[in-house]
């Protein structure tokens, strides 16, 4: 996923992006990263994964990925298992599913070693300075207060992503920024692209629009 701009849909656990309806929002994702030319990943639920692998050929990353070998560990996600259903990378430490410091640096080098693509969540500018140390292949930077509001951080705190480009690309300069919380128009994403990130991680702006494929179109039609 080296070209950018970058459009990553987070489905989290909306009724409209779980099941039937994730592999046809899946459908509407792929039509509209090629009918745009504008690269775009999905972010299905664990239990969505497998299914929607096999219907579409965009990149497909899991929501979580827990610092866990194999063996006993009920109701956790194994970094094998994500491997071995095909998927393309993970979202890791999202605002939702907070991990610590040293199990971030655990799955973020368990990536490295199953070859797949790194997304991690961050909070704010400080964080996102310690986050880079860690070496992912993206940082998504996003404000938990403003998840879901409506209110993208592009505009509701520009600041922060101004100033969380510029303390990753300190550390290393080959960490992609994405930008999220509150996307959910084509003002939107271009305001965070003129701010120095090279897509968004969005969610909610998206899934519960009355037709969201052309909510996406919309989303890239200003780039």
Same mark, same amino acid.
């Given at each position: 996923?080296?070209?950018?701009?970058?459009?990553?849909?987070?489905?989290?656990?909306?009724?409209?992006?779980?099941?039937?309806?994730?592999?046809?929002?899946?459908?509407?994702?792929?039509?509209?990263?090629?009918?745009?030319?504008?690269?775009?990943?999905?972010?299905?639920q664990?239990?969505?994964?497998?299914?929607?692998?096999?219907?579409?050929?965009?990149?497909?990353?899991?929501?979580?990925?827990?610092?866990?070998?194999?063996?006993?560990?009920?109701?956790?996600?194994?970094?094998?298992?994500?491997?071995?259903?095909?998927?393309?990378?993970?979202l890791?430490n999202?605002?939702?599913?907070? #991990?610590?410091?040293?199990? $971030?640096d %655990?799955?973020?080098? @368990?990536?490295?070693e +199953?070859? =797949?693509? *790194?997304?991690?969540?961050?909070?704010?500018?400080?964080?996102?300075?310690?986050?880079?140390?860690?070496?992912?292949?993206?940082?998504?930077?996003?404000?938990?207060?403003?998840?879901?509001?409506?209110?993208?951080?592009?505009?509701?705190?520009?600041?922060?992503?101004e100033?969380?480009?510029?303390?990753?690309?300190?550390?290393?300069?080959?960490?992609?920024?994405?930008?999220?919380?509150?996307?959910?128009?084509g003002?939107?994403?271009?305001?965070?692209?003129?701010?120095?990130?090279?897509?968004?991680? #969005?969610?909610?702006?998206? $899934?519960? %629009?009355?037709?969201? @494929?052309?909510?996406? +179109?919309? =989303?890239? *039609?200003?780039i």
């Amino acid at each position: 996923m080296s070209k950018t701009p970058i459009i990553i849909l987070n489905y989290k656990t909306y009724t409209e992006s779980t099941g039937k309806n994730a592999v046809q929002l899946s459908r509407y994702v792929q039509e509209a990263s090629e009918e745009s030319g504008v690269n775009m990943a999905i972010a299905p639920q664990a239990v969505d994964l497998y299914p929607i692998i096999n219907e579409v050929d965009i990149p497909v990353y899991s929501q979580h990925m827990d610092a866990i070998t194999p063996g006993g560990h009920t109701g956790s996600t194994l970094p094998e298992a994500i491997k071995e259903a095909g998927v393309n990378g993970t979202l890791i430490n999202h605002s939702e599913q907070r #991990l610590t410091l040293a199990d $971030i640096d %655990a799955v973020v080098e @368990k990536t490295k070693e +199953l070859e =797949l693509t *790194s997304v991690l969540c961050t909070n704010n500018v400080k964080t996102s300075a310690a986050a880079a140390s860690f070496n992912p292949d993206y940082i998504a930077i996003e404000p938990p207060e403003l998840i879901g509001t409506g209110i993208p951080v592009s505009q509701a705190n520009p600041e922060i992503v101004e100033n969380t480009v510029e303390e990753i690309h300190k550390i290393n300069k080959d960490v992609i920024v994405l930008c999220g919380a509150g996307i959910s128009t084509g003002e939107d994403l271009k305001a965070a692209l003129e701010l120095g990130s090279q897509g968004v991680l #969005l969610a909610s702006g998206i $899934i519960k %629009a009355d037709d969201q @494929k052309q909510a996406l +179109l919309d =989303l890239v *039609s200003l780039i």
